[in-house]
């Protein structure tokens, strides 16, 4: 293979740009095909989620040279392996999903548990919406049989939502918020019921957000935009706050109000990418000293795609799977996920069969 399609920022901008000539444009773009190292596996790709983050791309928040392939929401089937790839679990025809990011696991941070800062994170970051892409046999995971590809694909956003998880140290009884209603929020907001917490709420403008919220396990919700947040948690939780506060928006305009509803020593998390330029306002009199806050965030997920394998056929992930668009519908796919009409817009790159939706759909 010499060359392989692949979905790309094809010009730097906003994709929400109302100015036509100042709109990021995303379009199909042939790129050089990687090869097969000693330890990789190339696997042909079957379906390929847009993120909140690829929007971010398109601005240039990783670089402004253009074309910037996509995509690292990936399921697929393994159609080559290197002649030294190790793993004895791995065959040619496999059904797969797995991590975008590979880590050494010889550097300094991969020798002392902190993954997320391996030195040489980057090596094998390459873009998976796409018709094949090329990992390393340490970034592929096997879909259990009764997880389809299609669902496959949602691993890589349920192991953010594990480490989110695990970042908030969340205990049975703690009284929980989220703000931000798309896969992310929605995911996080599943495991935090899973989890045994109270007055669980989600902060969402979004109508249908919200409703699915309430599917998901959701005691209360609250509209920002007509609701006061600090009313409605001082309503929620009889004035104490919550103990868990979990953001998953990513906007400038949420983050700040969350401080205000967390409870003295209780635990915040940014679960979600940021402006680069965009500076938190915080006293540090009134939210470390006196109320004794943690504050902390999420940056990729170590340790986490093993249970999140294990969490794709317990999690309901049917809302998320109702968009999607073939690979050379690119352009389409992204407007109707910038859109907002679907909490979830998935490429299908190729058109593979699944012995394993046909399983999941005898259950």
């Given at each position: 293979?010499?060359?392989?399609?692949?979905?790309?920022?094809?010009?730097?901008?906003?994709?929400?740009?109302?100015?036509?000539?100042?709109?990021?444009?995303?379009?199909?773009?042939?790129?050089?095909?990687?090869?097969?190292?000693?330890?990789?596996?190339?696997?042909?790709?079957?379906?390929?989620?847009?993120?909140?983050?690829?929007?971010?791309?398109?601005?240039?928040?990783?670089?402004?040279?253009?074309?910037?392939?996509?995509?690292?929401?990936?399921?697929?089937?393994?159609?080559?392996?290197?002649?030294?790839?190790?793993?004895?679990?791995?065959?040619?025809?496999?059904?797969?999903?797995?991590?975008?990011?590979?880590?050494?696991?010889?550097?300094?941070?991969?020798?002392?548990?902190?993954?997320?800062?391996?030195?040489?994170?980057?090596?094998?970051?390459?873009?998976?919406?796409?018709?094949?892409?090329?990992?390393?046999?340490?970034?592929?995971?096997?879909?259990?049989?009764?997880?389809?590809?299609?669902?496959?694909?949602?691993?890589?956003?349920?192991?953010?939502?594990?480490?989110?998880?695990?970042?908030?140290?969340?205990?049975?009884?703690?009284?929980?918020?989220?703000?931000?209603?798309?896969?992310?929020?929605?995911?996080?907001?599943?495991?935090?019921?899973?989890?045994?917490?109270?007055?669980?709420?989600?902060?969402?403008?979004?109508?249908?957000?919200?409703?699915?919220?309430?599917?998901?396990?959701?005691?209360?919700?609250?509209?920002?935009?007509?609701?006061?947040?600090?009313?409605?948690?001082?309503?929620?939780?009889?004035?104490?706050?919550?103990?868990?506060?979990?953001?998953?928006?990513?906007?400038?305009?949420?983050?700040?109000?969350?401080?205000?509803?967390?409870?003295?020593?209780?635990?915040?998390?940014?679960?979600?990418?940021?402006?680069?330029?965009?500076?938190?306002?915080?006293?540090?009199?009134?939210?470390?000293?006196?109320?004794?806050?943690?504050?902390?965030?999420?940056?990729?997920?170590?340790?986490t795609f093993p249970r999140a394998v294990r969490l794709l056929?317990?999690?309901?992930?049917?809302?998320?799977?109702?968009?999607?668009?073939?690979?050379?519908?690119?352009?389409?796919?992204?407007?109707t996920h910038v859109g907002g009409a679907f909490p979830k817009?998935?490429?299908?790159?190729?058109?593979?069969?699944?012995?394993?939706?046909?399983?999941?759909?005898?259950?």
């Open positions: 293979m010499t060359a392989v399609e692949t979905v790309a920022v094809t010009r730097i901008g906003s994709l929400r740009a109302p100015d036509a000539g100042q709109r990021g444009t995303i379009g199909v773009v042939t790129f050089p095909a990687d090869e097969v190292g000693p330890e990789d596996v190339r696997i042909t790709v079957a379906y390929a989620a847009i993120c909140g983050s690829d929007p971010h791309l398109a601005e240039g928040f990783f670089g402004t040279e253009v074309p910037i392939g996509l995509g690292h929401e990936l399921s697929g089937v393994v159609a080559e392996l290197g002649p030294k790839v190790r793993r004895t679990d791995l065959r040619v025809g496999d059904r797969v999903s797995g991590n975008f990011v590979r880590f050494c696991g010889a550097c300094q941070p991969c020798q002392d548990s902190r993954q997320q800062f391996c030195e040489h994170l980057g090596d094998y970051n390459r873009p998976g919406m796409a018709r094949s892409v090329v990992w390393h046999e340490s970034q592929v995971y096997r879909l259990p049989e009764e997880v389809s590809l299609l669902k496959g694909c949602l691993l890589e956003p349920t192991s953010v939502a594990v480490r989110i998880a695990d970042k908030s140290r969340v205990r049975p009884g703690d009284r929980v918020a989220i703000c931000g209603g798309g896969p992310i929020g929605q995911l996080t907001l599943q495991l935090m019921a899973r989890y045994g917490a109270t007055s669980l709420t989600l902060i969402e403008p979004i109508a249908e957000r919200r409703e699915l919220a309430r599917r998901f396990g959701a005691r209360h919700v609250i509209d920002p935009k007509d609701e006061s947040l600090e009313d409605r948690t001082g309503e929620i939780t009889g004035g104490a706050g919550f103990d868990v506060v979990i953001d998953a928006s990513g906007s400038r305009h949420a983050v700040a109000g969350l401080l205000d509803i967390a409870a003295p020593g209780g635990t915040v998390v940014y679960g979600a990418m940021y402006p680069e330029d965009y500076e938190l306002p915080l006293n540090l009199s009134d939210y470390l000293y006196r109320k004794e806050l943690t504050l902390t965030g999420v940056f990729v997920s170590p340790y056929d317990e999690l309901d992930l049917e809302p998320f799977l109702q968009s999607v668009f073939d690979l050379e519908q690119a352009a389409e796919a992204f407007e817009v998935i490429i299908r790159c190729n058109d593979l069969a699944d012995d394993g939706a046909e399983r999941a759909g005898r259950r």
